[in-house]
């Protein structure tokens, strides 16, 4: 009888065990599914994540290897690489239309920031976040099982350990970014779309490219052989300009 008892009780936690797995990776396949489907038609780049896992007991994960093309008419290089994004979302909120995410952290990302003076590849992403965001366009906008669209409450986003790496001419900088700390996104609507989600983000986080692209452009010394052209030099003021900075004397 007692043999039993453990031969079923095995099972059981055996069972348990295949379950917990599988639901761990039909989530991790959902969102990299649902990310890699809606991100591109928002962004209009191209957006690949190459994977997530989330634990469906506490909703604790990691996004893994997602990666941001330029927008249309500039280099061929990804606009950023996001390295790891760790996720803390209320775990039976996954399930339903409305989703708690405690913390969002995305952890060493890398931007490539480039500028043709008088715009540049950020710019240019974050336009295209406004406009698909102001067209409401039900198509972008994913769903919950109950046909409703899907809101999302986020308590807290932070961004650490950034770079930005600025082109200007022959001229190349890598610069620390600096961090993002934002809270209560979506709180006081009681849930915002992802579109807004991204935009609300994106708002804050080409603020801080465009503040360490200000601290770069501050740091090249212009006179220098290094810089020679006349050209490069005039590109250097300009980007110092544009974004606030002041002519070295």
């Known amino acids: 009888m007692n043999k039993k008892i453990l031969y079923v009780g095995g099972g059981l936690i055996a069972l348990a065990l295949v379950a917990f797995i599988a639901l761990q990776f039909f989530l991790g396949s959902i969102v990299t599914a649902g990310i890699n489907k809606f991100a591109p038609r928002l962004t209009q780049t191209t957006v690949k994540l190459a994977g997530a896992n989330i634990s469906p007991l506490t909703g604790q994960g990691t996004l893994s290897g997602l990666v941001v093309g330029n927008p249309r008419g500039w280099s061929e290089n990804n606009l950023c690489a996001l390295g790891e994004i760790h996720l803390d979302v209320a775990p039976f909120s996954l399930f339903g239309d409305h989703i708690v995410?405690?913390?969002?952290?995305?952890?060493?990302?890398?931007?490539?920031?480039?500028?043709?003076?008088?715009?540049?590849?950020?710019?240019?992403?974050?336009?295209?976040?406004?406009?698909?965001?102001?067209?409401?366009?039900?198509?972008?906008?994913?769903?919950?099982?109950?046909?409703?669209?899907?809101?999302?409450?986020?308590?807290?986003?932070?961004?650490?350990?950034?770079?930005?790496?600025?082109?200007?001419?022959?001229?190349?900088?890598?610069?620390?970014?600096?961090?993002?700390?934002?809270?209560?996104?979506?709180?006081?609507?009681?849930?915002i779309t992802p579109d807004q989600l991204v935009l609300a983000i994106m708002k804050d986080v080409t603020a801080s490219i465009v503040g360490a692209a200000v601290q770069a452009a501050g740091q090249i010394d212009w006179t220098s052989k290094a810089a020679a052209t006349e050209g490069i030099k005039k590109a250097g003021d300009a980007i110092k300009g544009l974004f606030g900075g002041e002519k070295k004397k």
């Open 101 to 191: 995410v405690n913390e969002i952290e995305i952890e060493a990302p890398e931007f490539n920031y480039e500028t043709k003076i008088v715009a540049s590849n950020v710019k240019d992403l974050l336009k295209n976040i406004e406009q698909v965001t102001g067209s409401r366009d039900k198509a972008v906008a994913p769903v919950a099982k109950s046909g409703r669209p899907i809101k999302l409450e986020v308590k807290r986003f932070r961004l650490k350990n950034g770079k930005v790496r600025l082109s200007v001419g022959a001229t190349v900088m890598t610069v620390p970014m600096p961090p993002i700390e934002l809270a209560g996104l979506g709180t006081k609507e009681g849930g």
